[in-house]
């Protein structure tokens, strides 16, 4: 997990919204570069990642790493994982995934029906419970920013999103596996040697 309270903080202001955007739309640009590794012919590890949000997960506001590895693949797995992160974090997006991104976001927000019942008991409970901002017109205002968000002002984004370290590892292992052996310390190594 690299936790993030900035978002978890700034849910009740419409930063806080458009941060969620921003995490949404890079968990699918870093699902589709993996997509490739995940698919590879007799690859010993998935990845999976998403942006989660406590209200709907139970989870902590955290963007969310889990790496399913066997045959003693976790070095490997969370190298190519951190590389991946890293190049997204350098180089940022091209223009036909930026534009992929944007469309695929912008029909999701077009294919909501803010007149049904469903609709406002989830905003309603978001604002009330959870504090998020529900902004008259929301997915207008969501809309007409994402619209308008660049892709040079998108990749500069991406480079303040990605953290270059986790706070949380967690490991689970069958009983008597050697990965229970692995130390936090050697781990977050892995994670540094991969940055560089």
């Known amino acids: 997990f690299f936790r993030d309270s900035v978002t978890k903080n700034t849910l009740h202001l419409g930063k806080g919204i458009k941060r969620m955007v921003k995490w949404d739309m890079l968990s699918n640009a870093l699902l589709a570069r993996i997509k490739n590794i995940n698919q590879a012919y007799n690859s010993n590890f998935n990845i999976f990642v998403q942006f989660s949000h406590s209200y709907d997960s139970g989870y902590p506001f955290a963007f969310n790493v889990i790496i399913d590895s066997k045959n003693n693949s976790e070095k490997e797995a969370i190298m190519t994982f951190i590389n991946s992160l890293h190049q997204l974090r350098k180089f940022g997006l091209n223009n036909e995934e930026w534009h992929q991104l944007k469309e695929e976001k912008l029909r ?30 929301k997915n207008l205002y969501i809309k007409e920013w994402l619209d308008n968000l ?13 953290p270059t370290m986790p706070e949380d590892i967690g490991i689970i292992v069958p009983k008597g596996h050697q990965a229970i052996s692995l130390k936090e310390s050697e781990v977050r190594s892995w994670i540094s040697s991969a940055w560089k």
């Open 108 to 137: 999701g927000l077009s294919g909501i029906n803010e007149k049904t019942i469903q609709y406002w008991g989830k905003e309603i409970v978001k604002n009330f419970i959870f504090n998020e901002a529900l902004p008259v017109d």
């Open 150 to 162: 660049s892709l040079l002002e998108f990749n500069a984004i991406l480079k303040t999103l990605i």
